[in-house]
């Protein structure tokens, strides 16, 4: 059986349910998403996107569905293993993911080092090197470095369905790296 993610906030309850590990769970009524039904996502850093974690589930799903890409419901659910999700862990994603999108950022601004900076600092944070202040302020910095270029980006001609077509396939392989760093970092470590 597959099994996708589900993030579950620090108390393990989510809309007044209270989760078990390997309990089938059933709702009743018409599924739909953000509606009716147990909510899930392909990835972690998707379901991620829903629900800040304290837990991220690994589940299994069954009975009718209502898919939405990178969120749907279903009829029943059960939870087969979950992680801790802390900040340094939040962290480290944050920081393989930066990483990964840093080359492609200074292909095209290569004098712009906001970003690389942010990065240093951010893994300078894990190791007690830098304070709350200066990752707030590198933080900031490659946001705005990441903003000038979308607007200069968005001021040009429209971008034709090739360029969207060539993006969504980076962007689906990016994802699928960042799940699966998140995935080790989660259920490998300790």
Known sequence: MKTYW???????????????????FKVDGEIQCCKNGFHYSPTIMEAWGYVTPGWVSEVEVRGDRDDQGDKSACREMRLIRRA??????????????????LPIFEEEYPDDKRPRNA????????????????????????????WEAAS???????????????????????????????????????
């Not at 589900?6 to 590990?21: A, L, Q, V, Y």
């Not at 801790?84 to 999108?101: C, F, G, Q, T």
């Not at 990065?119 to 990441?146: C, F, M, N, S, V």
């Not at 090739?162 to 470590?189: C, P, Q, S, V």
């Open 84 to 101: 801790h999700m802390d900040d340094v862990i939040a962290r480290k994603i944050a920081i393989y993911a930066a990483e990964l999108a």
């Open 152 to 190: 200069a980006s968005a001021s040009a001609s429209a971008r034709d369905a090739a360029w969207d077509a060539a993006w969504e396939a980076a962007r689906d392989a990016i994802m699928k790296k960042i799940h699966n760093y998140a995935k080790g970092l989660l259920f490998n470590a300790k």
């Open 6 to 24: 589900k993030t579950i906030p620090e108390d393990f309850t989510s809309n007044g349910h209270r989760w078990e590990m390997n309990k089938w």
């Open 119 to 146: 990065i240093e600092t951010a893994k300078k944070y894990l190791r007690g090197k830098a304070t709350k202040e200066e990752l707030d302020a590198a933080r900031d910095a490659a946001w705005d470095a990441a």
